[in-house]
């Protein structure tokens, strides 16, 4: 409630453009802003690391990528909206195929690269 306020009241009733503008608003951080920016405006300020992703990343031994997107900097091989689109997937891909505690690895199209010692397979 608090943000939305914030976004009538500062912002004219538009979200804000810009992750600094983002910032301000009440309980919002880098996550939310870059999830705002990248997905509602196509903005690419960097990339969103949810814990499905750090699961995922972490599994499929990709955890120096995350911790390298933790720290808020770009790959430079690859674009930011190449790189928010990758962690989308994987962040659907956390929800509903590869659980933390009962992963549904027989439908899991990434189970031979995956190096999870809880697997179910």
Known sequence: ?????????KFGGQ???TMEEILTLPGVARKTGNVVLGTAYGIASGVVVDTHVLRLS????LSRMAIRKRS???DEDHSAEQM????HQLIWHGRRICHARKPK?????????????????
């Open 1 to 9: 409630m608090g943000a939305s306020k914030a976004i009538l009241e």
């Open 15 to 17: 979200v804000p453009r």
């Open 58 to 61: 972490n599994r499929l031994d």
């Open 72 to 74: 808020n900097r770009i």
């Open 84 to 87: 928010d689109s990758v962690f």
């Open 105 to 121: 690895c027989l439908e899991c199209n990434m189970e031979s690269l995956c190096y999870a010692k809880d697997k179910t397979v």
